[in-house]
């Protein structure tokens, strides 16, 4: 007989029918009732045992954590905390768990740090079960949006040659002997004999390519990782993460904008109509979380609230020289309780994010038009000749999750701002063919994944959200 997913179970109202259920113990009680997780979704199934019809052998080795089948009836459960029950007439144990050894098997609650040092078994927990089935929805729900859309899902390299971002970020790529590496005469490394015949990096981005399919197939999206070698030990900075770039011809920086908040819209309001059980829990999660903290401290909604916040309301559109003003009025500039200063031209620092969207907006802000110098040199150059048509989406808890712009097109102010920036034209000539030949307006932006995960949670360390998280001086499992 094959298994039944205990989702399928608790979530139908059939009764009395026989099933096998197989999954991983979560307590055992009174010698009778077992729950017994699958995964499948974050309640587990009740089963029923008649200890005294059953081998001490197998009832010993009911443990936390071990790996049970079962067999038997589905049928409306006499007890409180659940609709159904599966009355067993055989049981196996499939895996023994021995309790003494068991990382898991703890009296109280494992913290998320004790966890993140067991991440090989964290998925197995209520709240990372949850975590992982919302991150799977939300990239289910990504694919949807841009597919409904007729956006081509593009591939873009992981190993690439390009250095477009700014080196000093990039993990190299050798097949190289580093004991006994091969030089030129004039003491220089000599690629030539490596494996590419070139230098090469792990992708920071899949931009400069998307932007080559977007001028030929229209809109295209890339989803896959990207890297970044840089060493900030923070809550929101992985070294390897997950990027959504959707690259546009024919569109602005308004309809990239548009196309953004319509986009994280979408993708939120999914996991609300697909995930409910998973993010209540989380909710609560969050609230317990929040009682630790002191009340000054505490964010005014709920997690829930957050997300229909973001579903309900269209996002704040200001541009950057607006967001200055508003910062320099505020109350922690004037009682200069902000650690980094605020002055036109210097890139806003998170606190002066989180300021906007938590404190004056109380919404997901979108910040258009910065400085032309503190921006990416291919973002397009506005009329007053200060500013570029860049956008970044700020959301609440988590300052940054989009950064984007409308391109610059122009093939000569494009190659006047790479000397600029000194960045070299010779070498991304591949780059420039776009602009030589049929050149057009277009936009993109660039979403990272677990930020996205990050707020869809209400998880506050970035290292929860992807399942093996790789950071500095971090790469277990
Ligand atoms: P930040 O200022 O937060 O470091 P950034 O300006 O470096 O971000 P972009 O280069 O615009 O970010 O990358 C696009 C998106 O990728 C960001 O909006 C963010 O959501 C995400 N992102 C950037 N760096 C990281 C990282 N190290 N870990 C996880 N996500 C990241
Ligand atoms: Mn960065």
Redesign the pocket.
């Known amino acids: 007989m094959q298994r039944t997913k205990i989702k399928e179970i608790l979530y139908s109202d059939k009764l009395d029918y026989e099933c096998v259920v197989k999954g991983w113990v979560r307590s055992f009680r009174n010698n009778q009732f077992i729950a017994v997780n699958d995964g499948s979704c974050l309640d587990s199934l009740q089963i029923v045992v008649d200890s005294n019809n059953t081998d001490k052998d197998i009832l010993d080795h009911i443990t936390a954590g071990a790996s049970v089948s079962a067999r038997g009836i589905i049928k409306a459960s006499l007890g409180k905390g659940q609709k159904v029950e599966l009355i067993a007439d055989s049981l196996e144990v499939l895996g023994r768990c021995d309790p003494d050894h068991y990382p898991l098997q703890l009296k109280n609650r494992p913290s998320l740090e004790y966890l993140r040092e067991h991440a090989h078994l964290r998925m197995r927990t209520h709240v990372f079960g949850a975590i992982f089935r919302v991150r799977h929805s939300l990239a289910f729900a990504v694919h949807e949006f841009f597919h409904k859309k007729g956006f081509v899902y593009l591939n873009t390299p992981i190993i690439t040659a390009s250095d477009a971002?700014g080196a000093g970020e990039m993990f190299q790529v050798t097949t190289l002997d580093l004991n006994n590496v091969p030089r030129k005469e004039d003491g220089s490394v000599d690629y030539s004999e490596d494996f590419f015949g070139r230098s090469t990096n792990l992708t920071?981005?899949g931009q400069l390519e998307g932007e080559l399919g977007a001028l030929a197939l229209g809109e295209i999206y890339t989803f896959g990782p990207?890297f970044?070698a840089?060493n900030?030990n923070t809550t929101?900075?992985?070294?390897e993460?997950w990027?959504i770039e959707p690259e546009m011809a024919f569109y602005d920086l308004a309809e990239n904008a548009q196309l953004a908040q319509e986009f994280i819209q979408y993708v939120i309001q999914y996991v609300l109509d697909h995930n409910r059980a998973d993010l209540e829990f989380l909710d609560q999660r969050l609230a317990e979380e929040e009682k630790q903290k002191p009340q000054n401290e505490r964010s005014e909604f709920s997690l829930l609230e957050k997300l229909r916040m973001v579903t309900a309301n269209s996002f704040e559109k200001i541009t950057y020289t607006e967001a200055i003003d508003i910062l320099l009025k505020s109350k922690p500039y004037q009682k200069k309780q902000f650690k980094y200063d605020v002055s036109w031209g210097t890139?806003l620092q998170?606190e002066h994010e989180r300021y906007l969207v938590e404190k004056h907006f109380k919404k997901p802000v979108i910040v258009t038009d910065y400085p032309k110098e503190i921006k990416s040199f291919y973002m397009r150059l506005n009329d007053d000749e200060k500013t570029v048509a860049a956008m970044?989406?700020l959301a609440p808890g988590i300052?940054?999750?989009?950064?984007?712009s409308q391109r610059e097109e122009r093939l000569d102010v494009l190659e006047s701002r790479m000397q600029e920036m000194n960045v070299p034209v010779e070498e991304m000539s591949w780059f420039l063919d776009t602009r030589r030949f049929g050149t057009v307006p277009h936009a993109g932006?660039?979403?990272?994944?677990?930020?996205?995960v990050l707020f869809a949670t209400g998880m506050t360390n970035?290292r929860d959200v992807i399942p093996f998280p790789r950071t500095p001086k971090s790469a277990n499992f």
Not at 236 to 239: C, G, K, N, T
Not at 399 to 404: K, L
Request: proline fraction near 0%.
């Open positions: 971002e920071v981005s990207t970044r840089e900030s929101r900075h992985l070294a993460f990027m890139d998170s970044d989406i300052g940054e999750i989009v950064g984007g932006f660039g979403l990272g994944f677990e930020r996205l970035i």
